[in-house]
């Protein structure tokens, strides 16, 4: 599934991933590849994402997150790396 991510400022990161997990305002929760449709705002906290068997973080400050036909967009309010 693919995976966005953009700040106000700049695009983050755009690829692949095979999972990702995200700081939703109701507690965490994680998207897989075929993933019902779903718009969640999020709280302050980390972002992960696998790649193969390599996970990345980040910190997001807060911001929304869509999942669509295997499409992921996180629009951050503002992302420390």
Same mark, same amino acid.
């Given at each position: 599934?693919? %995976?966005?991510?953009?700040?106000?400022?700049?695009?983050?990161?755009?690829?692949?991933?095979?999972?990702?997990?995200?700081?939703?305002?109701?507690? &965490?929760?994680?998207? %897989?590849?075929?993933?019902?449709? %779903?718009?969640? &705002?999020?709280?302050?906290?980390?972002?992960?994402?696998?790649?193969?068997?390599?996970?990345?973080?980040?910190?997001?400050?807060?911001?929304?997150?869509?999942? %669509?036909?295997?499409?992921?967009?996180?629009?951050?309010?503002?992302?420390?790396?």
């Amino acid at each position: 599934m693919y %995976l966005e991510i953009i700040t106000p400022d700049k695009k983050i990161f755009e690829g692949e991933v095979d999972s990702a997990t995200f700081p939703g305002s109701k507690g &965490s929760f994680q998207v %897989l590849n075929n993933h019902a449709a %779903l718009v969640s &705002s999020l709280t302050k906290g980390k972002v992960s994402y696998r790649i193969n068997k390599e996970i990345s973080d980040l910190i997001v400050t807060g911001g929304v997150v869509e999942v %669509l036909n295997n499409k992921i967009t996180l629009l951050a309010e503002d992302v420390e790396q």
